[in-house]
């Protein structure tokens, strides 16, 4: 870690699911009832808008009964604690990294909380339902949507994440199943842009073979782990 300056976390379901927030691809996770293309599409809410703003609402809902576990606090320590740069990359569309403290922190696909208006284009934070059409805060008009990229549209800053990425000399992913783009290929790109990188997962994503190194056990235990190396050779 000496050589180790500015370092691009991303992580994924994995790191909340021990907040009890399901997982995107496991068996008993939330989709398991929808098909993506009936709920996680530009088409989809295009043709039932209702179904789309229930089935989202209902995870609003779920996400603001969770809390923050161990990894996410242990990733708003090393946010508070590492003087070098960080971003902290995350595919979660809920808010455990800011609760549990990190700043330092860019959503890709999105974020539960926060509601889109397609009228003025304006987000604005939003805890509560979408499914009765409330006005705009901005512009006053009832064109509100979950502010979630939908399979078909292009994630969040990803001009930002490559930048990032660009000037990484360390990538590590927690939590991810390695099987979503554009996300699956940036341990690619951080391997080809010189980084070392490294995977914390509970099992061997689909990824894997990309890492220089894969550590396996739950995120609760090994990000703090990790964390406690870093910062002990950082000082």
């Not at 009765?132 to 800053?157: A, K, N, Q």
């Amino acid at each position: 870690m000496a050589d180790i300056r500015n370092i691009v976390i991303l992580t994924g379901a994995g790191i909340s699911a021990e907040s009890g927030i399901d997982t995107f691809r496991d068996a008993g996770g939330l989709w398991e009832q929808h098909r993506v293309e009936d709920v996680a599409t530009p088409e989809a809410f295009a043709r039932d808008p209702d179904l789309v703003l229930r089935f989202y609402d209902m995870r609003r809902e779920a996400i603001q009964t969770k809390a923050p576990n161990p990894a996410h606090r242990a990733l708003a320590r090393l946010d508070r604690e590492w003087e070098g740069g960080l971003l902290i990359v995350t595919q979660n569309v809920d808010d455990l990294h800011e609760r549990a403290g990190a700043e330092r922190v860019l959503h890709m696909h999105g974020e539960h909380l926060n509601a889109w208006c397609t009228a003025c284009d304006t987000r604005s934070r939003w805890t509560g339902p979408l499914i009765d059409r409330p006005d705009c805060p901005t512009c006053g008009e009832p064109c509100l949507r979950p502010d979630i990229v939908w399979f078909g549209e292009m994630p969040y800053r990803m001009e930002d994440i490559y930048a990032a990425m660009r000037g990484a000399h360390l990538f590590v992913s927690i939590g991810t199943s390695g099987a979503v783009y554009p996300a699956a290929g940036f341990v690619r790109d951080a391997r080809s842009l010189g980084a070392k990188t490294l995977e914390l997962n509970l099992e061997r994503s689909q990824r894997s073979g990309w890492f220089d190194e894969t550590r396996l056990g739950p995120a609760s235990e090994l990000v703090p782990s990790w964390v406690d190396e870093v910062l002990s050779q950082q000082n």
